[in-house]
């Protein structure tokens, strides 16, 4: 494991697993850890990718107090670690909010990003607006932050349940509630800057290959989101995965792993 310090004696928790492969960046979802992309990061290095798996501000095992936790400041944290640590430009993989994040890591990244994969990812947009018609609503946000606060545990209980719509161990459920209760009091406020965050330009000014993998029935974020989000992308493709709720990666593995190593062959 490694730190990576952000100055003012803050610092995040960071893998970084060597490999001759394509460097592949792995960025959990809101209030989660680096640990739920533990199967995928197996079978990435079995197929010799160097890998770098990140904890956002406040999760895992990174430090809580920071007083920045919007998605630019994520995004920035993620760049910076890729400049420290990979050692050829490397593809960006978001999962849920990690989706903005990379998407915003990538742009920083220029020519140090190979690529940017959004898994059930949060971008363009979170919320609605006129022109798209599509994802949650800044109300719902809001109203997300008030159930938090009122009832953490079971606030995150009821999330963990709802994440896979396929049928997984009870064990998995657990796994995931455990390291959503484990988050900092601070994650919330990178929850609600999804409610104006818009990356539709940010996509379609991309000089690199965008796969955006989408679960049909997703119940955490409007699949459409997914699929526009390929559109936007200069090079975009999107898979969508039948029946799978917010985490193709845990639901269809193997599946979900295919369609990476097409996304990453062909780089």
Not at 33 to 57: C, F, M, N, Y
Request: hydrophobic share 50%; proline share 4%.
């Amino acid at each position: 494991m490694a730190r990576f310090d952000c100055g003012e004696g803050r610092t995040l928790y960071y893998e970084h697993h060597p490999g001759a492969g394509t460097p592949v960046v792995l960025i959990h979802g809101w209030a989660m850890s680096s640990r739920i992309w533990a199967g995928t990061i197996e079978a990435l290095l079995a197929d010799g990718h160097e890998v770098i798996a990140v904890d956002l501000r406040g999760c895992g095992q990174s430090d809580r107090d920071f007083a920045d936790f919007s998605i630019s400041a994520l995004g920035a944290d993620v760049a910076a670690i890729v400049r420290a640590a990979a050692t050829r430009p490397a593809v960006l993989n978001g999962w849920s909010l990690g989706g903005a994040v990379a998407a915003e890591a990538a742009r920083l990244l220029g020519d140090r990003a190979a690529g940017l994969v959004l898994t059930c990812g949060a971008s363009p947009r979170f919320t609605q607006t006129e022109d798209f018609p599509w994802g949650g609503t800044a109300e719902g946000l809001a109203a997300s932050a008030a159930a938090l606060a009122a009832d953490r545990a079971g606030f995150f209980r009821a999330l963990a349940g709802m994440v896979c719509v396929r049928e997984v161990s009870p064990a998995t459920v657990d796994w995931m509630w455990d390291a959503f209760i484990n988050s900092g009091p601070g994650v919330i406020r990178s929850l609600l800057d999804l409610a104006e965050l818009d990356q539709r330009a940010l996509l379609g000014a991309l000089a690199v290959p965008v796969l955006s993998l989408v679960g049909s029935a997703d119940a955490v974020l409007d699949p459409q989101v997914g699929i526009e989000a390929a559109k936007y992308a200069r090079d975009g493709t999107a898979v969508v995965f039948e029946g799978c709720g917010h985490a193709p990666f845990l639901e269809d593995a193997p599946a979900y792993q295919a369609a990476l190593r097409d996304f990453l062959a062909q780089l």
